[in-house]
């Protein structure tokens, strides 16, 4: 009788044990981006973080990160069955596996010299023989566009044609005129285009009827960083200043 009560107690023992196993490798474990949307501008680094939660360690765990539309990982770390890891083609030299916090499950790839082709969704990708868990980066990539230019045409009748071109933004800026007094003057044309690496080329004009306007400004808006650049057209009686 002794014997039958300690055996099953020494059973539920075995029990409890075998399901805390269970219970500390899937409870509620899950990795987390601790930011989703990143902003990176073209040229500078950008860093893409992974969290597992509760904090662990990550170190014998495969953690790749890959892009819809990419047949290769972007970074490929083999955890204990290899001390390198594989990068993508196209970002060899460019990438760094950050990995001081693997301990606590935390991990992060450095992508320096960002191009527009960065731009889009990143998943990191946790992976040991009984579990895979996933989170996702969105990264957006912006570039300011540095020389704006107005180019000023007469026609030959009451009036003159000022065009506004600039180049390289990302995305697609938005543009408009404005005068003196800043209110918005409706364009008459506008249109764009991208060049190999992706960046936009606009292009507006405005037919300008009111000789006695003293000022036209070109405006160009980053919708992305909300950053704009503004080119000023200052018009006298027979001089025109184009002044940025
Ligand atoms: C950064 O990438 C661009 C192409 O996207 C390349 O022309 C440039 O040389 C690179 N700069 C550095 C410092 O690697
Ligand atoms: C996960 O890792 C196991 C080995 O630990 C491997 O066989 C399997 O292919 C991996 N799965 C994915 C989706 O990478
Ligand atoms: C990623 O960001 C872009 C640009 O902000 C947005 O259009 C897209 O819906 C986002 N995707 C996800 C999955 O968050
Ligand atoms: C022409 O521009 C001047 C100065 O901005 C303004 O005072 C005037 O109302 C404008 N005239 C017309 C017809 O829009």
Same mark, same amino acid.
């Given at each position: 009788m002794m014997k039958l009560t300690y055996s099953y107690i020494s059973g539920y023992h075995i029990c409890l044990i075998f399901l805390q196993v269970i219970a500390s490798t899937s409870e509620n474990l899950m990795v987390t981006a601790p930011i989703e949307h990143l902003v990176a501008r073209v040229g500078v680094q950008a860093e893409l973080s992974c969290q597992v939660t509760p904090p662990r360690s990550v170190e014998y765990m495969e953690v790749r990160w890959f892009r819809s539309g990419h047949s290769k990982p972007v970074y490929l770390y083999k955890g204990?069955?290899?001390?390198?890891?594989?990068?993508?083609?196209?970002?060899?030299?460019?990438?760094?596996?950050?990995? /001081?916090?693997?301990?606590?499950?935390?991990?992060?790839?450095?992508?320096?010299? $960002? #191009?527009? %082709?960065? +731009? @889009?969704?990143?998943?990191?990708?946790?992976?040991?023989?009984?579990?895979?868990?996933?989170?996702?980066?969105?990264?957006?990539?912006?570039?300011?566009?540095?020389?704006?230019?107005?180019?000023?045409?007469?026609?030959?009748?009451?009036?003159?044609?000022?065009?506004?071109?600039?180049?390289?933004?990302?995305?697609?800026?938005?543009? /408009?005129?404005?005068?003196?007094?800043?209110?918005?003057?409706?364009?008459?044309? $506008? #249109?764009? %285009?991208? +060049? @190999?690496?992706?960046?936009?080329?606009?292009?507006?004009?405005?037919?300008?009827?009111?000789?006695?306007?003293?000022?036209?400004?070109?405006?160009?808006?980053?919708?992305?960083?909300g950053e704009e650049k503004q080119t000023n057209l200052i018009l006298a009686s027979n001089e025109i200043y184009n002044k940025e």
């Open positions: 204990s069955h290899g001390a390198n890891g594989e990068a993508a083609p196209e970002y060899v030299n460019r990438i760094e596996f950050v990995k /001081e916090a693997i301990g606590k499950g935390k991990v992060a790839l450095r992508i320096h010299n $960002i #191009s527009i %082709s960065d +731009d @889009g969704l990143y998943q990191c990708l946790f992976n040991d023989s009984a579990f895979s868990y996933v989170a996702s980066t969105n990264l957006s990539v912006a570039a300011f566009g540095l020389k704006t230019q107005i180019h000023v045409q007469s026609p030959g009748f009451g009036g003159i044609i000022v065009e506004c071109f600039t180049a390289g933004w990302f995305p697609r800026p938005q543009m /408009e005129w404005r005068d003196s007094k800043g209110e918005v003057v409706p364009y008459d044309s $506008i #249109s764009h %285009s991208q +060049d @190999g690496e992706r960046f936009f080329h606009m292009k507006t004009t405005l037919l300008l009827r009111n000789q006695s306007q003293e000022s036209i400004t070109c405006c160009v808006l980053n919708p992305l960083t």
